[in-house]
């Protein structure tokens, strides 16, 4: 690739030598030709040389202050360029190049004053994803508490999945929820708490303590700069120098507490407060539907599986019996029968196998009652069957049908899958004078057997 021409440089220092050589040919030739002649002609042209050395180094230095600043001003803008945007531009003057510098100076404070803003700007960006973040893992962690209390699962889950997402989201290094139990604040789930700490909120001698939190109707935020004698001793008593509380309210009541303690620095915010609020009112939610779960259960008579009655109805059932065969002198009979090895066949052929064997045997054992009978499924592999006006002789040979019936139904010496039936028969008032006594008799005799 050939050179570049001399007169082509990209530089100005050689382009400021040219110029100084056209300069300087310029005004000589002038000075001979026009100016000066005669000079020529009587021997004077050292005056010639002179004079055209001056004119030519005077348009030198002007060219040359020029070509400097330009120079100098192109050297700091590349500074500025590089990122230096604190450095100041020093041409200075009252010309096109001094107004350049003066605008280039304006155009770098603008720039910079933008760069810092958009700093700030990123600072605030950085903090408002953080909070959406920790805005996004809390409401997983309470879409995740209604899943829970959607699918009935067991409300000690419920808490244990809370504790550890609300210490979680609100950066705690403990968590923990109270519940009144027998007039006393139990711990019913922790996160982080150290295992004497546990100990001793469970001992009575520091009930004292945790009746400072028992009149708290509102969230409540404790620190070491800003508590009572009391407080003070709940602090120390959890290991913690900040605690945020909210009292949990079941059916309008407070029913316990749900906590969040820490040994950071600067106490709980805010937005600290609202997710604990937040997480507070999600678990009072899984608490009274638990309640409510139970009261429903209590006014249920019927087993959901197997369409017999409950073991709650059969023993109310068993009770009224005894009570009429008491006042009439007439005999009542009770009789469990017990289907053996279910779990074991849960094991090998999964839940379905055993669901499908007890409504089997609920029905063989349903249609085989009188209109006065009553049979309900008692535990999980028993059924209990009350009969009214019956001896325990009827009741026993009645109970060998039951067996033989639900023994071939379930095809119990071909397939294997249980390991028999076992029945016991007992009567009132022989064996028992309440419904209680009677249960417990046919326990003893089915382990006997």
Do not use: W
Not at 16 to 34: D, K, T, Y
Not at 83 to 95: A, N, P
Not at 384 to 392: A, Q, R, W, Y
């Amino acid at each position: 690739m050939a050179k570049k021409s001399f007169t082509g440089s990209r530089s100005l220092r050689p382009q400021l030598f040219i110029a100084f050589c056209l300069m300087s040919i310029i005004p000589i030739l002038s000075l001979c030709n026009f100016i000066f002649p005669s000079c020529l002609r009587h021997g004077d042209a050292g005056i010639i040389v002179v004079t055209a050395i001056v004119l030519a180094l005077s348009g030198f230095f002007l060219i040359k202050r020029i070509i400097d600043s330009i120079i100098r001003l192109n050297s700091e803008v590349k500074s500025i360029a590089s990122g230096e945007l604190s450095h100041q531009i020093c041409v200075k003057g009252d010309d096109e190049i001094g107004e350049m510098s003066s605008a280039v100076n304006q155009l770098t404070g603008h720039i910079k004053d933008n760069m810092d803003e958009l700093k700030i700007y990123g600072e605030r960006t950085k903090d408002i994803n953080a909070k959406i973040n920790k805005q996004l893992v809390a409401l997983s962690g309470v879409l995740q508490i209604g899943n829970f209390i959607s699918s009935k699962t067991n409300l000690k889950d419920i808490f244990d999945t809370a504790v550890s997402r609300i210490a979680q989201v609100t950066g705690s290094s403990m968590a923990f929820i109270l519940l009144e139990r027998e007039n006393r604040l139990d711990i019913a789930a922790q996160f982080g708490l150290a295992a004497d700490a546990v100990t001793a909120i469970k001992l009575p001698a520091n009930e004292y303590v945790l009746d400072s939190i028992r009149s708290i109707k509102t969230a409540v935020r404790i620190s070491e700069s800003s508590s009572s004698s009391q407080n003070g001793e709940l602090l120390k008593l959890l290991h913690a120098k900040n605690i945020s509380i909210h009292p949990l309210f079941v059916c309008g009541k407070p029913e316990g507490f749900l906590g969040i303690a820490s040994n950071a620095q600067g106490g709980y915010s805010e937005d600290d407060a609202e997710l604990l609020d937040v997480f507070a009112k999600q678990l009072a939610v899984a608490v009274e539907n638990d309640y409510l779960s139970k009261k429903v259960e209590d006014l249920e008579v019927k087993d959901s599986l197997t369409g017999l009655y409950n073991r709650r109805y059969i023993a109310d059932r068993l009770e009224e019996e005894i009570l009429r065969s008491i006042s009439h002198q007439r005999p009542c009979a009770f009789i469990v029968l017990k289907i053996r090895g279910l779990n074991e066949t849960k094991e090998k052929s999964g839940q379905m196998v055993v669901e499908d064997m007890l409504r089997r045997a609920a029905e063989i054992l349903k249609n085989s009652l009188s209109e006065f009978d009553r049979v309900g499924r008692i535990e999980y592999d028993e059924f209990g069957l009350v009969f009214p006006e019956k001896n325990k002789i009827r009741a026993e040979a009645l109970a060998k049908q039951l067996k033989h019936k639900v023994e071939e139904t379930l095809d119990v010496s071909h397939a294997g899958k249980i390991q028999g039936v076992s029945v016991a028969v007992v009567e009132n008032p022989i064996d028992g004078s309440d419904a209680a006594a009677l249960m417990e008799k046919a326990k003893k005799l089915l382990g006997l057997g």
